[in-house]
């Protein structure tokens, strides 16, 4: 933290919208340490508060890598419970770690607050929580494409992900794909360096924090796809998975589609067609979004140009 810039300009310096103590949530606040972004560094924010039951961490990042924008609970080492604030999902739970922690995220910003001491209960998290301020909401306004700081260094968290396989483009340069699926707008849009790959990420229009992320790549990169069908698949995150058939011109194509088992689900879904794989996931969500895979599955098979996946940059 750099102790002589005060703390409206630091956060001109990371690449997302920080949910910093209110001026009463300040008094309890300690170890303040904010790291702004440079070509080696991604930007976070870390912080300690002490709360009536407990002290707890609050770390604050841009999730931008693997998958982006899908994951509600990214520091939960088995499925939680979800929440509600503003009317966007969060998930509390254990962290890798062995604590009580929870995951949310208001645009891009992913909020991670673990209880280091004590026994904080899940009404004090959540209170704490919900009285964070927003500051410099605009940024989430703009393009993943040009905010992501993997996307912009090309620099993966764990060498190549998802992310740094394509090219990030605004989807204003763009316009074979669809410029809405119901209330998700096209954001941005990656074409692959190496292979005939496209990537399309949407997000929603009010709260632009739920996300969905659709990739159509060659068979070759098929990894790690559910090929079961049946309840509770999975440890971290709990699933549904059934075997859908579509009839599509003379034939039927198979589609794995996954519901995450909980009350406000994630939703997941892949097939294969035409030599390629087709995947898509969809964040967890207040709004009902079974629909949002119905829309997709039609502009996939029935509207979007597959055939001519090579896009121009």
């Known amino acids: 933290m750099n102790d002589g810039m005060p703390l409206d300009e630091q956060v001109e310096h990371i690449n997302f919208s920080p ?61 939680g419970n979800p929440f509600i604030i503003n009317n966007r999902v969060g998930f509390i739970g254990i962290d890798y770690k062995n604590n009580k922690a929870l995951s949310y995220s208001v645009g891009f910003t992913t909020i991670e607050i673990s209880v280091f001491e004590g026994d904080a209960t899940d009404e004090e998290l959540l209170e704490f929580l919900a009285n964070l301020m927003e500051i410099n909401r605009d940024l989430s306004k703009k393009f993943f494409a040009t905010v992501s700081y993997t996307a912009r260094y090309d620099r993966g968290k764990w060498g190549e992900d998802e992310v740094t396989r394509v090219e990030w483009f605004t989807s204003e340069r763009m316009n074979s794909f669809s410029e809405t699926l119901l209330d998700y707008k096209l954001d941005s849009i990656g074409i692959g360096k190496e292979i005939n790959e496209v990537q399309l990420l949407y997000r929603q229009k009010e709260n632009l924090t739920d996300g969905c992320w659709i990739s159509i790549a060659p068979q070759s990169l098929e990894q790690d796809l559910p090929k079961t069908v049946g309840r509770n698949i999975g440890i971290r995150q709990k699933w549904r998975f059934r075997l859908l058939k579509i009839s599509y011109e003379n034939r039927k194509i198979e589609v794995y589609y996954g519901v995450q088992e909980t009350k406000y689900p994630a939703r997941w879904f892949w097939f294969n067609f035409d030599n390629k794989t087709i995947q898509c996931h969809i964040r967890s969500s207040v709004y009902e979004t079974s629909s949002l895979v119905r829309e997709i599955l039609i502009k996939i098979l029935f509207t979007w140009p597959l055939d001519r996946l090579v896009i121009s940059k």
């Open 19 to 79: 949910l910093l103590p209110n001026e009463k949530q300040l008094q309890k606040i300690y170890n303040f340490s904010l790291r702004p972004e440079t070509k080696d560094n991604r930007s976070s924010i870390y912080f300690y508060a002490k709360l009536q039951n407990g002290l707890i961490r609050v770390k604050q990042f841009f999730y931008d890598w693997a998958f982006p924008f899908i994951y509600a609970d990214t520091n939960l080492v088995k499925q």
